[in-house]
């Protein structure tokens, strides 16, 4: 980072309007983006230099290196691009092994590991998955929240944010699209 600053540790997810990220049947197909909400994602992505995932999360993005047909659009093949250049860390006790390049795999949420990497990282750091952001929302290392919300409401599922927590946000931006959905970008407020 150019200016000096440490790494901010990202909370980035799309989930509907009722705060699910996916439905009752594990389902997410409703929140597929668009061009025009992809084209936003790579914006924000490029100043990401590391993402930080559970299995089930990594699983799917590992396509994104190793299919071929994942980047059908000059969109998605300027995430693929992006996604593939940053370096990634899959938190797994399950996970055999890594299929994919600029990867390593920890068998635990250690918070410590993570606040030294925010202090070393040279880029901003992504987390995705709500299980495994819940566990460094709760060490206090989250410092933004990235949502898109899908104008749906699926009535249950996997929750965005942890339960039984309680967190002040900051509104920093905002953005809606032709499609109807919206990003949010918050600063997670200390006090």
């Known amino acids: 980072m150019s200016n ?13 309007l009722d705060g699910y990220v996916a439905d009752t049947s594990g389902n997410f ?20 230099g590391t993402y930080l995932y559970g299995r089930r999360i990594y699983e799917l993005m590992e396509a994104w290196e190793n299919d071929p ?13 992006i996604w593939k250049a940053a370096d990634k860390v899959v938190f797994s006790t399950r996970l055999e092994d890594v299929k994919t390049t600029r990867t390593i795999l920890q068998r635990t949420f250690d918070p410590a590991f993570v606040e030294n990497l925010k202090r070393t990282a040279t ?7 709500p299980l495994l952001a819940s566990h460094a929302f709760r060490a206090g290392l989250i410092d933004c ?32 699209f032709e499609n109807g959905m ?6 997670v407020d200390g006090s």
Request: hydrophobic share 45%; proline share 4%.
């Open 145 to 176: 929240v990235h949502l898109l919300l899908v104008p749906t409401i699926i009535g249950g599922g996997k929750s965005f944010f942890p339960s039984n927590m309680r967190l002040n946000l900051r509104l920093e931006g905002s953005r809606r």
């Open 123 to 129: 880029a901003d750091i992504n987390i995705a998955g």
């Open 29 to 48: 197909d409703w929140a597929v983006p668009d061009e025009q909400v992809l084209a936003f994602i790579n914006d924000q992505e490029r100043d990401v």
């Open 4 to 16: 000096g600053r440490m790494a901010r540790l990202i909370y980035s997810m799309i989930g509907s």
């Open 182 to 187: 919206l990003a949010l970008q918050y600063d």
């Open 69 to 81: 047909t994942a980047a059908d659009s000059p969109e998605s093949q300027e995430f693929a691009g």
